[in-house]
């Protein structure tokens, strides 16, 4: 049966999810989240959902998927060893350090490839086999075709596939828009959601939101899913409560097993969604639907009626569905050309069948015939949910208790410690009451069991208290005796480095890669695109073209492309910009994986790294980034043209708030960049004392 994963912001939500159906929940710890605006969670939440996850044959999954600071290490040790401890179903990476720590100090976590490493093609996932992840969450731009083509080449790795939830205009992991606009780094969970705002369109005039994709609504798809053999579903949406969480997993549920899921659909609605629809899993094809959300990109709730009329603030409305005090409703009402959302809380004045009279906040007016949705659900209140009642996970220790005359010896594999305590003469035998005393362990995260119990006295009597005060005094030494005392060691070897060019120079007039490659002191650049759909063409093309070129030096932009240099020793390669070097450790795993590997470009999100590293990374400050590199087609899902008489490729104009923008449209995959450059209003740092930044 395929499993049904749901995000879990905070550990009520988790609840929600397994009480609702759910197989499995994913969640972040307080660090190292893509989601830091989530709740995420403390040592003693995981404790708890993951003892109440082996007690109901649920798993779990902890994101580690964002990247990662040389100077953030230690930290991320800490935290891995705490996922470690108590163990988990799978560790969803993106920073290929943090996946060359688990392989060496952790082996015993199973590896997930986030959606944030950007793996559409078969060559990604093989790549990621290789590299010993066991699962990998495939990127939200496939196609269900192009799904099948990846289960069929790869049929021995676990593959996850995304059903439910926001679509990100911009391939995941490769979106730079928050960065270089806001200084939020998305890949560190802090985006800005720029695609979601709105832009004009220099050719036109129009203000709209040409990179707010459509929420996706797989519902429809998931049978088919079912029938590849995909083996896991993920719902998105950490940043959603627990109500959203309920719905979409009884949703989901319903599909899965066979039942009829429209009872459902109200409540998916009304927790949270924007226009919505299959989003790329349909394949690509001329006159297809747009999958933008249009002049509105927030929370639409379901469309329940319409106004009639309207005296003051009395609101004569016509609706399907019966409204209740303190349901939240939205009307959206247009200003140049986009919608603006009046929402308010249900007070209804009289109703009577399909017509109620609300009474609005104010004076705010309204056409006849303007839609009403519903945007929350008064019954559906789950904010009561409690995760207390979720005993602690704890690790069980064997004990052997030994009673003599006025001492009591405490014996575990890992500690010994005798103790005075009166012994007094009893016509019973205390066995019984020792192991019942010293089986309780209270906020300690280990429980004595089984115990043992020698007695070398006969029957006797011991004082509770006194067999208490032993049992903390030892679980607080046994608890130190056992704590892991490993810490993070930088253990890289390291190379003899090359200095690569400014970035700059390495684009094509279209694109941040240069297939065609270009020629600097000596050496010709070539580089993999970071996103392909023809990925045999792409490689056949690159064998024909190396053949000739005058010493040629690959650049690496994509999981996959590890494939192509395990096969081409005979080359150089340098790990390109959107292949992340973000810390000392994904550079060991690349050079260890790929020996040719000479160097490579400093994460593009930072100018500062701390030694030792395997080679120098070539660190460039002045290099902008596109801001989006997406599938969803500018002209055609942005501004709504035909598909037909195009030519596959444009160029168009964008503008926000006196920043232009240059929007690239090629055979319908659409990269934005900033027109003119500018100087950046942040500050990432410096690089190491005695190394030059370009």
Request: aromatic residues 8%; proline residues 5%; contains cysteine.
């Amino acid at each position: 049966m395929i499993e049904l994963a749901l995000p879990a912001g905070t550990i009520k939500e988790a609840i929600a999810a397994f009480r609702a159906g759910a197989d499995a929940v994913y969640f972040g710890m307080k660090d190292f989240s893509a989601r830091k605006g989530a709740g995420n969670f403390s040592e003693e939440d995981l404790s708890r959902i993951r003892r109440y996850s082996l007690e109901n044959g649920k798993k779990i999954y902890i994101t580690v998927n964002t990247l990662i600071d040389d100077k953030d290490l230690p930290r991320l040790y800490e935290t891995l060893k705490t996922i470690d401890r108590y163990g988990t179903d799978g560790l969803i990476v993106q920073d290929l350090g943090v996946a060359r720590i688990v392989r060496s100090a952790f082996p015993s976590l199973p590896l997930h490839g986030s959606t944030q490493l950007a793996v559409h093609t078969v060559s990604g996932v093989k790549a990621l086999q290789h590299l010993g992840f066991e699962r990998v969450v495939l990127s939200r731009e496939l196609n269900i075709d192009e799904i099948r083509a990846i289960r069929e080449s790869c049929p021995d790795v676990e593959l996850k596939v995304f059903i439910h939830g926001a679509l990100c205009y911009g391939f995941s992991g490769l979106c730079m828009a928050s960065h270089c606009i806001t200084g939020r780094s998305a890949n560190e969970g802090s985006c800005a959601q720029i695609c979601r705002s709105w832009f004009i369109d220099e050719g036109t005039g129009k203000r709209f939101y040409p990179f707010s994709l459509e929420d996706l609504d797989a519902g429809e798809m998931v049978r088919a899913l079912m029938d590849i053999g995909i083996d896991s579903l993920k719902v998105e949406g950490r940043l959603k409560g627990p109500e959203y969480v309920d719905a979409v997993t009884r949703y989901y549920r319903a599909i899965i097993d066979g039942a009829d899921p429209d009872a459902y659909k109200h409540a998916v609605s009304v927790s949270f969604q924007r226009k919505a629809g299959l989003g790329f899993l349909n394949p690509m094809h001329p006159g297809r639907d747009t999958i933008t959300t249009g002049p509105y990109p927030g929370h639409r709730g379901e469309r329940i009626g319409r106004i009639l009329d309207q005296r003051g603030q009395k609101l004569l409305v016509e609706t399907a569905r019966k409204i209740k005090p303190y349901d939240g409703l939205m009307i959206l009402q247009e200003d140049k050309g986009l919608l603006n959302p009046y929402r308010f809380s249900a007070k209804i004045a009289l109703s009577e069948g399909n017509r109620s009279i609300l009474m609005l906040p104010d004076d705010e007016r309204f056409k006849a015939g303007i839609s009403l949705y519903m945007i929350s659900d008064s019954t559906l209140n789950m904010k009561a949910i409690s995760e207390t009642e979720l005993p602690l996970m704890k690790q069980n220790i064997s004990a052997e208790i030994t009673i003599c005359d006025n001492t009591l010896s405490v014996k575990t594999k890992q500690l010994e410690e005798e103790y005075e305590c009166a012994v007094q003469n009893s016509e019973h035998s205390p066995e019984d009451a020792i192991r019942k005393i010293f089986s309780q362990s209270g906020a300690s995260s280990i429980q004595l069991e089984p115990i043992e119990v020698i007695n070398t006295m006969g029957p006797c009597y011991i004082n509770p208290s006194e067999l208490k005060r032993i049992r903390r005094d030892f679980l607080e030494k046994l608890s130190a005796a056992a704590e892991d005392k490993r810490s993070y060691n930088a253990e890289v070897h390291e190379y003899p480095s090359f200095s690569l060019p400014r970035r700059s120079l390495l684009d094509s007039k279209r694109t941040p890669w240069n297939m065609e490659g270009v020629e600097i002191n000596g050496r010709t650049y070539i580089s993999f695109p970071a996103v392909r759909y023809e990925e045999n063409m792409v490689f056949r093309y690159m064998e024909e073209k190396l053949r000739t070129l005058n010493n040629p030096l690959i650049g690496l932009n994509n999981i996959g492309d590890l494939i192509f240099a395990e096969k081409h020793p005979e080359y150089e390669y340098f790990a390109d910009i959107y292949l992340y070097l973000p810390n000392r450790e994904a550079a060991a795993l690349l050079k260890e994986r790929i020996p040719s590997l000479i160097g490579g470009y400093l994460w593009i999100e930072r100018n500062e790294y701390e030694k030792p590293w395997p080679f120098t990374p070539t660190v460039d400050n002045t290099y902008r980034p596109a801001l989006f590199i997406s599938r969803a087609c500018y002209r055609h899902d942005g501004l709504g043209l035909s598909c037909e008489g195009c030519k596959q490729h444009h160029t168009f104009s964008a503008e926000q708030n006196g920043r232009h923008y240059t929007v690239f449209v090629d055979d319908c995959t659409t990269i934005v960049r900033e027109k003119e450059e500018r100087k950046r209003t942040f500050t990432a740092g410096l690089s190491p004392k005695g190394e030059t930044s370009l």
